[in-house]
């Protein structure tokens, strides 16, 4: 398999270092990644100002190309001019940190999966719950390899993203893997506040409250248990649901509305 890798967490980071090492073995990869951290900076991308790529040699590891940008920037320019295949899966990760509720939608790991996924390749997010460089990583990866592998055999449509989340008891527990919506409700809302020593008011956002849970299962609650979460993400942000109801409420009793597309008849 040819496998495009990137992250968020840079070029030098463990996570990456350890998806190439246990990829290298049998697949024919390609690392394209942020020259330093870009954690949290969602699907920003880079338009103002170049994009420079130069290789970066990561220990005795693998040598990879690190970009000046953002995450994002690295997939896309990597699919557009670097990669010298045409990728069967795009990975992102190893994110040294969980990604799940609303964190989905500010996770850097995350949206370079679906830089892949808008180009219209399979893609997934990978993520170990982790606070430091000590986790086992390799361990995480060897859990969620064999569903990536089954979902890409059997299920995973081109221009979607897998977002695989791995919390620290299943790397040494028994676990399942549950496919999940993530969760929607609000979470770190809260700011701890105080003085900088030039007497500037500061607030400083925490990870509290986490999401309140719902009656169904949601990737925060499967984490939280110990279990391997799974959502499938796409790139469209559109609410299908609501299109016919916005419609018939704005198109109402309005002269102006668009009509139906008519059929060409012959």
Wanted: with cysteine; proline share 7%; hydrophobic share 40%.
């Amino acid at each position: 398999m040819k496998i495009l890798i990137s992250n968020d967490d840079g070029i030098s980071a463990i996570g990456i270092r350890a998806l190439v090492k246990f990829f290298r073995k049998e697949h024919e990869i390609f690392v394209v990644a942020p020259d330093n951290e870009r954690s949290g900076v969602s699907q920003s991308i880079t338009y103002r100002r170049p994009i420079f790529a130069r290789e970066f040699q990561v220990d005795d590891d693998f040598v990879g190309l690190g970009v000046n940008g953002f995450p994002a920037d690295c997939v896309k320019v990597a699919i557009s001019e670097l990669c010298p295949f045409k990728p069967d899966l795009v990975i992102s990760g190893i994110n040294n940190g969980l990604n799940v509720g609303l964190n989905v939608g500010y996770s850097g790991t995350v949206a370079a999966a679906l830089a892949g996924a808008a180009a219209g390749f399979r893609s997934v997010a990978l993520s170990l719950e982790a606070n430091n460089d000590q986790a086992n990583f390799d361990r995480a990866i060897e859990l969620a390899w064999p569903i990536c592998e089954k979902l890409v055999a059997d299920g995973h449509a081109f221009g979607h993203v897998i977002n695989i989340n791995v919390p620290l008891r299943a790397l040494t527990h028994d676990h399942r893997w549950l496919v999940v919506p993530m969760n929607p409700n609000p979470m770190g809302t809260h700011f701890m506040h105080g003085n900088d020593p030039n007497g500037r008011p500061f607030y400083w956002q925490t990870n509290d409250p986490a999401p309140m849970p719902l009656a169904h299962l949601t990737d925060a609650e499967v984490v939280a248990e110990g279990d391997i979460s799974v959502t499938p993400l796409t790139h469209d942000l559109t609410l299908h649901t609501e299109i016919a109801r916005f419609q018939q409420i704005l198109y109402r009793d309005n002269p102006l509305a668009p009509r139906p597309r008519e059929h060409n008849l012959r």
